[in-house]
């Protein structure tokens, strides 16, 4: 079975310094792997997706098999980075296991 | 397009009592997916529909949950009876098709059961 771990459920830094969301994953096939973003009063969004590897709002996100994660980065956290994060694993049934979510408050 | 809409935004009820959602998917997309969230489970998958036909209701908790999908347009989650544990948030959600695509969420119903 498949399960998404995020240890930390918040997660405090202060304007510009570096963030790393951690996410880890436990799957046996080959995972397709997504951050989720839900902003103050809005809806869960797509943040990025690992296949596309690419860097929105300058958040990156790399794939690494050997340790099985998934870590949400940015060198310069903004304030209007705060929000809940989820990590979600997509199976080859077609269905999206999500992480417990970190909220992330970025300091001023 | 308005995204995906999701009625009633907020419901409360009394234990006991029926409660329904609803949602409406972004029109062209053949999946859609419920979920519930709360404090202590995080974001679970309750079921999931793709071209209206039930895929994997798994997540689903118990017998007093059931969902349908009439159509492309229109689905519901129907809750009865409730129970107080019931209370969440549910969000309903829609893709082009499948988990493997981006799924757009509407902005969940909170439901209060006392």
């Known amino acids: 079975a498949q399960r998404v771990t995020q240890p930390e459920k918040l997660l405090s830094v202060f304007k510009g310094a570096p963030v790393e969301l951690k996410c880890n994953y436990s799957?046996?096939?080959?995972?397709?792997l997504f951050w989720y973003v839900q902003y103050s009063r809005q809806r869960l969004q797509l943040l990025l997706r690992h296949i596309s590897r690419e860097s929105i709002k300058g958040f990156t996100a790399d794939l690494n098999k050997g340790e099985t994660s998934f870590h949400l980065k940015k060198p310069f956290a903004q304030e209007e980075d705060s929000a809940m994060y989820y990590c979600?694993?997509?199976?080859?049934?077609?269905?999206?296991?999500f992480g417990g979510g970190t909220r992330l408050m970025v300091k001023p | 397009d308005a995204g995906v809409i999701q009625s009633p935004r907020h419901e409360v009820t009394e234990m006991g009592q029926e409660v329904t959602l609803r949602c409406k998917p972004i029109s062209g997309h053949n999946s859609l997916f419920w979920y519930r969230q709360t404090m202590m489970r995080g974001l679970e998958l309750l079921i999931y529909f793709n071209n209206n036909v039930p895929i994997d209701d798994s997540g689903m908790p118990e017998d007093r949950f059931s969902a349908k999908m009439p159509n492309a347009s229109f689905s519901t989650l129907k809750i009865q009876p409730s129970e107080p544990r019931d209370s969440a948030v549910y969000f309903c959600?829609?893709?082009?098709?499948?988990?493997?695509?981006?799924?757009?969420f509407g902005p969940g119903t909170r439901l209060l059961v006392l």
């Open positions: 979600a694993l997509n199976n080859a049934g077609n269905m999206l296991t």
């Open positions: 799957y046996s096939g080959s995972p397709e």
């Open positions: 959600a829609s893709s082009l098709h499948g988990a493997g695509e981006t799924q757009y």
